[in-house]
């Protein structure tokens, strides 16, 4: 048996299957199923306004990670050169 908890979440009669008797692997199957739709029933999907805020905040940071990667890039190379004596640049 399959019951509701305060949170609305399905969870076996008699509170934690390790306190009474144990699922057998097609309810605790069945189980699962059912809490991913109720996981599922709980997903607000975001408005369009929000989706391009979301992705112009997440294309902003790939933007700055690669310029940050890019003149980590350049700074190893200047000192490289300059460890090993390679004139300015190939």
Do not use: H
């Not at 310029?67 to 090993?84: E, H, R």
């Amino acid at each position: 048996m399959v019951q509701d908890d305060p949170n609305g979440e399905l969870v076996p009669a008699g509170g934690s299957t390790s306190q009474g008797k144990k699922l057998n692997v097609f309810a605790r199957i069945a189980l699962f199923i059912r809490q991913v739709f109720a996981e599922l029933r709980k997903v607000v999907t975001p408005t369009r306004k929000e989706l391009v805020k979301y992705t112009g905040v997440v294309l902003g940071f790939v933007v700055v990670m690669m310029a940050i990667v890019y003149g980590l890039d350049v700074l190893f190379v200047m000192i490289t050169q300059y460890v090993f004596g390679i004139p300015g640049g190939a």
